[in-house]
């Protein structure tokens, strides 16, 4: 079975412009989430989805960020406009209803100039 | 917000030698969970304990989880350089509810 997908792998790009991270996750798993990964704060959860509707975005650091799951196999993370402090390594995880592990995609290594 | 701290944060061992890490949590739990982290990829989950189980083994891991004192810890027996990795634990508080990470321990096997 394939894993959770994530795209791209990295991404450079200037401040100010938009970036969109992509994640397909596995088929069949209720739960999608969407996390930050950076030294000083750790993995910090960001928004999840339960059958594609978003749950709790609380953790969404600001209005620039945004997040959308049209479907079960597609979800997105926008950051509009990015900024440096932006930097990040960016993962998306899905899993199944109960008490079930989540599967991580290999991340977005993600860098604002 | 993190829930769960491991203990130590990095750990340099032989291999060969036994690796133990710890992990505090402050609120009560449905289950505890952990994860390795290799350099540049994603979280793998490793072994899952519910509140209501003590111990727990799978190959060479061992957990244990102490819901009176909030902690659980994980012990590779036997490393291995491929053990090299940052290991995470995770607390779900309460059914289908998202899983609280800590920071990790970086573990170091030299051969």
């Known amino acids: 079975d394939a894993g959770v997908i994530q795209s791209p792998r990295h991404e450079v790009t200037e401040m100010g412009q938009e970036v969109t991270l992509r994640c397909k996750p596995i088929?069949?798993?209720?739960?999608l989430f969407w996390y930050r990964q950076t030294m000083m704060r750790g993995l910090e959860l960001l928004i999840y989805f339960n059958n594609n509707v978003p749950i709790d975005d609380s953790g969404m650091p600001e209005d620039r960020f945004s997040a959308k799951m049209p479907n079960a196999s597609f979800s997105t993370l926008k950051i509009q406009p990015s900024e440096p402090r932006d930097s990040a390594v960016y993962f998306c995880a899905s899993r199944g209803a109960g008490n079930q592990p989540q599967h991580f995609g290999d991340g977005t290594r993600l860098s604002i100039l | 917000s993190q829930q769960g701290e491991e203990d130590p944060q990095a750990l340099s061992i032989q291999e060969g030698e036994n690796a133990t890490m710890n992990c505090s949590y402050k609120?009560?739990?449905?289950?505890l969970q952990w994860y390795r982290q290799n350099s540049g990829r994603g979280l793998v989950h490793l072994i899952l304990?519910?509140?209501?189980?003590r111990e727990k083994h799978s190959g060479r891991l061992r957990v244990t989880l102490d819901t009176s004192k909030k902690s659980s810890s994980l012990l590779i027996t036997a490393s291995r350089a491929a053990d090299t990795a940052s290991y995470f634990c995770?607390?779900?508080?309460?059914?289908?509810?998202?899983?609280?990470f800590g920071k990790g321990t970086r573990l170091s096997v030299i051969a």
């Open positions: 088929s069949g798993h209720d739960y």
């Open positions: 609120t009560s739990i449905n289950n």
């Open positions: 995770a607390t779900e508080n309460s059914g289908n509810t998202p899983l609280v």
């Open positions: 304990i519910r509140s209501n189980e």
